[in-house]
């Protein structure tokens, strides 16, 4: 079976909506103990927003166990940033996204694949924020809304995450393989994965396709509003 994709791969819609909504100056706010944070502020994020002619005015580290992010906040406020972007890991999120609000903050604040679930504790206070993720149970199309169905059948009403929706399309992939494989034989079944990999199919998550066996999805940016997390239209999905 392959790999999910990075989640480094869904940012560039991001820095393609700060474009669109005219956010030229933006800080970053990472956790610098995590290393996928730390890798998203030096390596991935800084080129992706150079491609989209952002300027980066501020960049500043928070751990993960800081419950009072009001210091970090008031070093980059004070760079009048249109925008605020917050790398960070769990309920990390919530410290600096709350800290921004209570210093009256008025710009853009965006975020990572951490901030699901993470924010929804914030309420209203969290409406607003945005970030890239790879799924949305809001996401209108057939395969989807069929596979929320079947979620909520199975699970009492519950609404899937992104990770119910990947294991979802990882077990339709190795499902596709084994029919076509029409054999247990190791060769045939891996051959078999290899073609469905490549052709792709439509998925919960999008069209998927698989290259060094690791999953390509289109990603979408969502956005924290009335307690759901709503697709904003025009990017990916």
Known sequence: MGRHTPADQYFHWETEYLRDKNAKNVAIIYNSDVSSTQKWADSVWPPLAQEAGLNIVAKEASPTSAT???GVVSKVVAKNPDAV???????????IVLALRRAN?????????GMAGAINPLKEQGYGVFWPTNFSNLVETPEAKNFVGLYQKM?????????????????????RALKQADSVDREAINNALQEVGAAGFDGALGKI?????????????????????????????
Not at 105 to 113: E, L, M, Q, R
Not at 162 to 174: I, P
Not at 210 to 234: C, F, H, M, T
């Open 155 to 175: 699970f009492n009403n519950e609404l899937p995450n992104n990770y119910a929706a990947a294991a979802y399309d990882e077990v339709w992939f190795l499902a």
């Open 85 to 95: 972007v917050v790398l960070a890991s769990g309920t990390a999120n919530n410290a």
């Open 105 to 113: 903050f008025k710009g853009i604040i965006a975020g990572s694949i």
């Open 209 to 237: 396709t698989y290259k060094d066996n690791v999953s390509q999805a289109p990603g979408l940016l969502i956005e924290w509003r009335d307690d759901k997390e709503v697709p904003v239209q025009g990017y990916g999905g």
């Open 68 to 70: 009072d992010a009001s």
